[in-house]
């Protein structure tokens, strides 16, 4: 996830300064995506690690996630400085919204949604499909790669979907090395 998030928020300072992603702000981006799913601790095990497809009431359950990490990191308040603090939470609740307003717990749309969970919401959506899953077996990368591009994981930003297009051999090969450690531990 962190490095996923790197590669595409360099790509993104490059191409568009008007982000302001200056290499402190990526740093604390990257270190924060590292708390994305935490309101997952809060979800029952029973739903967490479903191995089949989720029903529309244990889905419901499962997206309030977002909401309940942003609940955890608001009892851990102090613990780092008020810009990690903003970031970590706009990652939290908002790295499943999608650009065209389909996405949860808000339905945002366009750039209402933080430049900051926007990053991590592609670099999720890349980590899950070419990772292994307790629901799913891994997706290959090129696969991957066109599903997101074709808007099959929902809708992203045309600016980041570009970054994203121009940093694919970066993501294949971060994939590879995270396979090859996978395989490695086994």
């Not at 979800?43 to 997206?63: A, C, F, H, N, T």
Request: negative net charge; aromatic residues 10%; contains cysteine.
């Amino acid at each position: 996830m962190k490095g996923f998030t790197r590669i595409l928020a360099q790509k993104a300072a490059q191409k568009y300064p008007e982000y302001n992603l200056t290499p402190e702000r990526i740093n604390i981006i990257v270190a924060a995506s590292a708390l994305h799913d935490i309101g997952k601790i809060a979800i029952k095990d029973s739903v967490l690690l479903k191995p089949g497809r989720l029903d529309k009431d244990e889905y419901d359950y499962m997206k309030s996630h977002t909401i309940r990490g942003c609940d955890i990191l608001d009892q851990i308040e102090g613990a780092w400085d008020s810009e990690y603090d903003k970031v970590s939470h706009d990652i939290c609740r908002w790295h499943h919204e999608r650009y065209e307003g389909k996405g949860y717990p808000d339905g945002l749309v366009g750039e209402e949604i933080p430049i900051d969970a926007q990053l991590v919401s592609i670099a999720d959506v890349y980590d899950a499909l070419v990772s292994d899953r307790v629901y799913k077996a891994a997706i290959d990368k090129e696969k991957a790669y066109h599903m997101i591009l074709m808007g099959e994981c929902g809708v992203f930003s045309p600016k980041l979907m570009e970054c994203f297009r121009a940093s694919k051999a970066e993501f294949e090969n971060l994939a590879e090395q995270y396979e090859m450690n996978s395989k490695e531990k086994e």
